[in-house]
């Protein structure tokens, strides 16, 4: 797995259920039972005009489902019987920002290690066919910021499956063979890196917003990975996979006070140890400019963007709801509408906006479209941006923005495992408990007059960066009506910049 790839696991570990009652409405309609409201003359002729009840939906508190263990450990547990069923989770703070620069790749590989290569009573095949004979799934992982270990299993065999995790986290065995078997996948994966235009924008993009060195955007290399030793993922598990480094969450078939002392008795001897620094603040600063990374492809890959906010900003909501309707919604938001449905330049395109948690995330506007036409894209988004900044925006407009986040807001709490994923964030980095209660009233509250000034905070086309993956001789030129040309964004300067060698990542 690529170093870009490795930093998007872990982002959303949520799992859905299926909404009851449209499995019913759809049973319903299967057997040909009919469906029809009893007012059914009285329905409108078109269904904008519908009218529904206001929408009650009370988000659970975290402090309802939050315990504490005799050994300080945080537990959220949330029953739920409707199968024979438990899915426990566990987040450490901790991961490629602790690597030392010459061992990039290292949480990636201790995790896998830990998952593959065994444990010291337990080869790495005897332990998958125990797994596999107990119908259970253990996986442990590394992103960005959090590691993280997870159990689905039956709950005849919670206990067992229990015990078997804890022995992965605490006496990995790191098994020489699994360890060559990882080390040349990665080699392999290392190789293919020039092979696709998402992965080189991805990686120059992530190095523009924060700094070649800073861990957001440093790639394991061929020597850094050759270079990890059985004894530096032993260190680096000792050091993250501590009972004072963790947060426990527990859905399923249980009762609350058997799972307390289940769990009290599996964590009793687990060591304690150092409680994990915040990630470090990227120092870099965002370079504005045209920047391109040839590659002969029928479609170039753009970004355009520059950092953004923290999720603690006072701007935060407002600029939730100005991305919406700039391009983060659905095809009715301005980009998507403008270059994909009135001009047909790209089939994927859209904005997004990342709001940090330690440091300002970022925002984007991306899109693929044909080299001709590259130019026109960039125009037409510079456009939109322009227009956000300088005209308020529709009442209608920014009444659809907010009901879409007001009334989907029910969906982010649907499952139990999904609603203590989110407590389990929370609670690791100290998010304001209020915040989910207090989420609709701040997104009612955006104005229009708020999205204006959020747009010009954020969508100055002079601050930011444009990157581009593609064949320069087509995209420069422009399309061939005349509409637009690359000389017309920040005075016809570009850099071009060599592709890196893939297994180095350094420049010709």
């Not at 019913?24 to 059914?40: K, W």
Request: proline share 6%; hydrophobic share 45%.
């Amino acid at each position: 797995m690529n170093g870009h790839a490795i930093k998007q696991i872990m982002k959303q570990i949520m799992k859905k259920i299926m909404n009851p009652t449209a499995t019913i409405l759809a049973i319903a309609v299967f057997t040909g039972i009919a469906v029809i409201p009893a007012a059914a003359q009285t329905m409108p002729a078109r269904p904008e005009q519908i009218k529904f009840k206001p929408l009650t939906f009370d988000p659970p508190k975290a402090a309802d489902y939050r315990h504490v263990l005799s050994n300080g450990i945080v537990v959220f547990l949330a029953p739920s019987n409707e199968l024979p069923l438990i899915d426990l989770s566990m987040a450490f703070k901790g991961g490629d920002y602790l690597e030392s620069a010459d061992k990039i790749g290292l949480a990636g590989m201790t995790a896998d290690l830990m998952r593959s290569g065994g444990t010291e009573s337990l080869a790495p095949t005897e332990l998958d066919e125990r797994l596999d004979f107990l119908a259970t799934e253990i996986s442990i992982g590394a992103s960005a910021t959090i590691c993280g270990a997870s159990i689905d299993c039956l709950k005849a065999n919670f206990d067992e499956s229990l015990s078997l995790m804890m022995d992965m986290i605490r006496r990995p065995r790191f098994d020489e063979a699994k360890q060559k078997i990882a080390v040349d996948d990665m080699l392999e994966q290392m190789k293919q890196r020039n092979d696709d235009a998402d992965p080189i924008l991805g990686r120059e993009w992530d190095m523009a917003l924060y700094g070649e060195n800073h861990f957001e955007a440093r790639e394991p290399t061929e020597a850094t990975i050759r270079a990890i030793t059985k004894s530096d993922m032993a260190a680096f598990a000792a050091r993250v996979f501590n009972a004072s480094n963790v947060i426990v969450a527990v859905s399923g078939d249980f009762e609350t006070k058997d799972m307390l002392a289940k769990l009290e008795a599996a964590f009793a001897a687990w060591p304690k140890g150092e409680r994990m620094v915040n990630p470090p603040t990227p120092t870099a600063e965002l370079q504005p400019g045209v920047y391109h990374i040839e590659k002969n492809i029928p479609q170039g890959k753009v970004y355009i963007g520059a950092r953004s906010i923290t999720r603690d900003d006072p701007d935060y909501f407002a600029a939730l709801v100005m991305n919406q309707i700039l391009g983060g919604g659905d095809f009715t938001s301005r980009i998507v509408s403008t270059v994909r449905s009135d001009e047909g330049l790209a089939y994927s395109v859209g904005s997004k906006l990342d709001a940090g948690v330690y440091y300002p995330g970022e925002f984007r506007a991306g899109f693929q479209s044909k080299n001709a036409t590259v130019a026109l894209a960039i125009k037409l988004i510079a456009g939109e941006f322009e227009k956000m900044r300088t005209s308020e925006v529709g009442a209608e407009e920014l009444a659809a923005a907010k009901k879409a986040f007001i009334e989907t807001f029910p969906r982010a709490f649907e499952s139990k495992a999904g609603m203590l994923q989110i407590f389990t964030g929370d609670e690791m980095t100290a998010r304001d408990p209020k915040y989910w209660q207090a989420y609709r009233d701040n997104v009612s509250k955006v104005t229009a007059a708020d999205v204006k000034r959020v747009a010009n905070r954020l969508l100055d086309l002079d601050k930011m960066a444009i990157y581009i993956v593609g064949n320069w001789d087509t995209i420069a030129p422009g399309d061939p009506t005349g509409r637009a040309k690359m000389a017309e964004f920040f005075n016809d300067q570009a850099e071009h910049l060599p592709l890196r060698d893939p297994m180095t990542m350094q420049r010709p």
